[in-house]
């Protein structure tokens, strides 16, 4: 069957490696432990030197929910901008109410600034309360592309929603479906669901290339906290250290 690969990248290797085998497009993020971040424009901009392809753009600008400040959201209009400058020819966001709704504003928003590039709303879709009214939702502002496992934790488990989905839009939004897609089984997918487009990663672990190596220190985070809770700077205990530094 004829169908469009989008697989996810956050490393160059992994950009060069699609370039290889031809790929169609690639998401292009930072952190896809954390699900996928925005990329630095120095990536961008070394990723278009390599992949002939569509580049789509990840916008988020931390990990954790979709409920962004107004600040935060300077910084993704922001990222768009740049991103448009350095040879993205797509974006990759989503925006949240408190409620778990699809923040419609703020998502027109970062369409606008999107301008005549492409858009795909991405897996925030999945946490919000009613799948088949945030797909009117996406609809209605005219999203192109919606990326979801089908509200489950991946398209396997999600496979029957999937499907349902596809009826749903009905031509008016794509469907990607992504989150536990393997390259062995995405044919089988897109059989069992209906559509022509499928989001996957398709990684293999390499060794380092390391020869002296410390494994007992770790430059990252060594507890997984919910994605619903955030970790970020105290002014309070900010404030106590400079008082005893000064």
Known sequence: MKALIEVCVDRLD???????AGV????????????????????????????????????????????YSMAEIEVMLHDIGQGQQFGADGFVFGCLQANGEIDATLTARLCTAAASRSVTFHRAFDVTPDLPRSLETLINLGIPRVLTSGGACDVWQGSERLRALVEQAAGRITILPGGGVTADRAVELLEKIQTNEVHLSARQTVASKMEFQRDDIPMGATEVIPENHH???????????????T
């Open 14 to 20: 992994s950009v060069q490696a699609c370039a290889d």
């Open 231 to 245: 970790r970020i700077a105290d002014a309070n205990l900010l404030r106590a250290l400079r008082l005893q530094l």
């Open 24 to 67: 169609d497009r690639i998401e292009l993020c930072a952190a896809l432990s954390e699900g996928g971040l925005t990329p630095s424009i120095g990536f961008l901009n070394e990723a278009r030197n390599l992949f002939s392809g569509t580049i789509m753009m990840m916008i988020r600008p931390r990990a954790g929910d979709f409920l």
